[in-house]
């Protein structure tokens, strides 16, 4: 079966720290990945999604950024956060095949 | 453009009673899929149901039932005994491609007291 990783779990950075946000997945192989942030106030937002290795769609402009280094592991990072960057960050993945998107565990992020 | 409305942005019922979530969707695709997530308090997004845009079939899973009309572009989600178990924030979704993002609603949080 597959399984879907994401740590840290929480992260309290300062404003201007870096950030990486890593995810994985197991029991797959090229899965398509997605980056959602929810804020309070729970809209869940599409950040980036890749359909492969190096390959990354970005759907909104800001300070973060997405790499995919091998085909089962997805990086969110960004070189300097800010206060707004503050949310719950979720990874996704799906089959090329099949709509539904499972999603990880998420991290709490807290930019101070 | 895609929309996902969930007019209802909280419920409160108590346990034994019927719930109906509301999902009203937009798009101007022939071909598309709708989706409904539960979210409980620990945060994690857990996939209820897939409903594609040919198959207007509802659909019942235990105590859950989808019902899809495309008639009015919705796709409502009925908790028959509601539990408290079943207290979260229920979002319904679309995507008009398999494999591709996916447009959320703003969900709707479920208070079901004992």
């Known amino acids: 079966s597959q399984t879907i990783h994401q740590w840290p779990a929480t992260l309290v950075q300062p404003v201007g720290s870096p950030l990486s946000l890593e995810c994985t997945v197991e029991g797959t192989s090229n899965p398509n990945l997605y980056w959602y942030r929810q804020a309070a106030g729970r809209g869940l937002q599409l950040l980036f999604y890749?359909?492969?290795?190096?390959?990354i769609s970005s759907e909104v402009p800001q300070n973060l950024s997405a790499s995919r280094p091998q085909d089962r592991q997805f990086i969110l990072s960004s070189k300097k956060l800010l206060l707004s960057d503050s949310g719950f960050y979720l990874c996704?993945?799906?089959?090329?095949?099949?709509?539904?998107?499972?999603f990880g565990p998420g991290t709490r992020l807290t930019v101070t | 453009a895609q929309k996902v409305t969930q007019a209802q942005t909280e419920i409160s019922v108590v346990e034994k009673e019927d719930v109906t979530l509301d999902c009203v969707y937009e798009?101007?695709?022939?071909?598309?899929?709708l989706f409904w997530y539960k979210q409980p308090p620990s945060g994690e997004l857990v996939f209820l149901i897939r409903r594609n845009s040919f198959d207007e079939q509802n659909e019942i899973s235990g105590r859950y039932s989808w019902n899809f009309q495309k008639s009015t572009s919705s796709f409502n989600f009925t908790i028959t005994a509601s539990q408290v178990v079943d207290s979260a924030v229920y979002f319904c979704a679309l995507s008009n491609q398999a494999g591709t993002a996916l447009i959320f609603g703003k969900g709707t949080t479920l208070s079901v007291s004992s």
């Open positions: 890749s359909v492969g290795i190096g390959q």
């Open positions: 798009t101007r695709d022939t071909t598309y899929y």
């Open positions: 996704a993945w799906s089959s090329i095949s099949q709509g539904e998107q499972y």
